[in-house]
């Protein structure tokens, strides 16, 4: 597939996310600008991780744009972000329920310049019609700490503790960023962002 630029997955749910690291072997040699993974997991399965492992085949690609919208993804594997290549510019997570977590500060290393976050904890009322039946897979639980979301989080904490406004950090090239129709289900605090200079 060296020259295909343009592929999309999306809703096949019963891929299911771990598929992602095949998808992104499959393109690692190609000519890749757009990658679009919306709705592969389930939308009613439990939350997932966006792992290194899905997404460092991408690294050496000419990617512009990522999408992985509608994924149940609660958080981001630590350094996982930089795997992304210098090439892109856009990504859409959006319709994702993530939490906060230490993998906020990758993302300033991050070359985009576009962001979709819209749709945090959706209802997912219009989607119903997407839902696959699919053969059941063993659930695997992580017992390692560092992949646990209670560790990334106290990380996350550790790290701003003592601030009195905590900055989020933002990708130098980032121009537009896109929260809108979001069922946010925590308190968001006094914040700024880091400068984008």
């Given at each position: ?41 389930g939308i ?73 976050v819209s ?79």
């Open positions: 597939m060296r020259n295909i630029s343009e592929l999309g997955v999306s809703y096949n749910t019963c891929l299911g996310f771990a598929s992602l690291e095949n998808i992104t072997t499959d393109v690692q040699q190609s000519a890749i600008k757009l990658l679009k993974v919306n709705y592969i997991h009613f399965e439990m939350s997932t991780v966006l792992r290194t492992s899905h997404i460092w085949n991408l690294n050496k690609t000419s990617l512009v744009k990522f999408e992985a919208a509608g994924n149940r993804i609660q958080r981001i594997e630590s350094g996982a972000l930089r795997n992304f290549p210098v090439s892109l510019e856009s990504v859409n997570f959006k319709d994702n329920v993530f939490s906060i977590g230490i993998y906020m500060f990758d993302a300033v290393q991050m070359p985009i310049t576009s962001l979709d749709q945090t904890f959706s209802s997912h009322n219009v989607l119903t019609s997407y839902i696959e039946r699919c053969v059941d897979t063993k659930l695997t639980v992580s017992t390692n700490l560092e992949n646990n979301w209670l560790f990334d989080i106290v990380s996350f904490y550790r790290k701003v503790k003592g601030k009195s406004v905590f900055r989020i950090p933002v990708p130098t090239k980032l121009k537009l960023v896109t929260l809108r129709s979001s069922a946010v289900k925590y308190e968001i605090p006094e914040f700024m962002f880091t400068k984008n200079v």
